[in-house]
């Protein structure tokens, strides 16, 4: 996979590196760094309230047991 050269160049991969990245379907996130720092990048993404939320099923209380 080829990346835009400004990218390369902001990212410090003119030389080659890993990258991480995620398939969401219709777009892909790519990450500098490889798959870990594409975790650590979601996960910091996702505050307390949203995953409150999501530990209480974001309302719905069938999804909560899931």
């Known amino acids: 996979m080829s990346l ?22 219709s777009a892909l996130l790519i990450v500098p760094g490889g798959i870990d720092a594409a975790r650590a990048e979601l996960i910091d993404a996702v505050s307390g309230e949203d995953w409150s939320a999501a530990r209480q099923g974001f309302g719905d209380s069938n999804l909560a047991d899931e």
């Open 4 to 25: 835009p050269a400004a990218t390369r160049h902001r990212w410090h991969l003119d030389e080659g590196g890993e990258v991480g990245y995620l398939d969401i379907g």
